[in-house]
């Protein structure tokens, strides 16, 4: 199936000439200055660099968590600045998937409660054949009664990967989903995104500093002091790293 995601795509999330700057005066810091990135749909593409290098930065803009100062930031059609509050909120329900470090389960809920907690919330039906296809796609079908205290890491990131994935989001933005997961956990949890982009065509955003995680993605991105500093396709775990430590000395 992987053929059709093959050809060119139009963007399911771009950024023209973003700029963040926080503080004003000598406190003045520019997280982000004049990023243009395009996120091709039914790409799987990692968000690298040091510490400081504005990755988390760009990903909240890009998700519409935080605001831009200048430029322009769209998910599919749907221009993000200058939406209102209510705008945001509707866009983030219904356009967007959140996979966190910290799996954000609520501990009263089920496994299945959490995974429908986003339809629910903006008072969407459930697809019923889709949900079945989620939770095959991750194997939780003998989870589903569990509370998050009942189950693994990997179990609960996984529900946290199905929540993502059941409203069927324009983009997936992953925040170093794979932070507190030891590394075959890690793998595991990685492999279903993967997944998710070769049988259904899912477009995943992810920040990580995690070279073995970025080589499972099909692009890398390379932020270093507010800006991108270079783009790799097909990235390997040592290319990567190669990179990496140029970054950093150069900075």
Not at 62 to 76: C, N, P, Q
Not at 97 to 112: D, E, K, S
Not at 157 to 169: E, F, H, M, N
Request: net charge neutral.
């Amino acid at each position: 199936m992987r053929d059709q995601y093959d050809r060119p795509a139009e963007p399911a999330a771009r950024a023209a000439d973003v700029w963040k700057v926080y503080g004003e005066g000598e406190a003045r810091v520019s997280a982000l200055r004049g990023v243009s990135v395009e996120f091709a749909r039914g790409r799987f593409t990692a968000i690298m660099g040091p510490s400081g290098s504005g990755k988390s930065t760009l990903m909240h803009c890009l998700a519409g968590l935080d605001s831009v100062t200048r430029g322009e930031v769209y998910i599919g059609a749907t221009k993000l600045t200058g939406l209102g509050d209510a705008g945001l909120t509707k866009l983030r329900r219904t356009q967007v998937g959140f996979i966190f470090q910290q799996f954000n389960l609520l501990p009263t809920l089920t496994a299945h409660e959490n995974i429908l907690l986003p339809l629910a919330i903006a008072g969407r039906k459930v697809d019923k054949e889709w949900f079945r296809t989620v939770i095959d796609a991750v194997g939780l079908g003998d989870r589903l009664d569990h509370r998050p205290a009942q189950l693994s890491g990997g179990q609960q990131q996984r529900v946290a990967c199905a929540r993502a994935l059941v409203s069927k989001p324009e983009v997936i933005f992953a925040d170093e989903p794979t932070g507190n997961l030891d590394s075959r956990t890690g793998a595991e949890v990685l492999g279903f995104l993967r997944q998710s982009v070769h049988d259904f065509g899912q477009t995943i955003v992810m920040v990580t500093h995690d070279a073995n995680a970025a080589s499972h993605a099909d692009r890398v991105v390379f932020l270093a002091d507010g800006q991108i500093v270079h783009d790799m396709a097909n990235p390997t775990a040592d290319g990567v790293l190669d990179t990496i430590k140029r970054i950093t000395g150069e900075r």
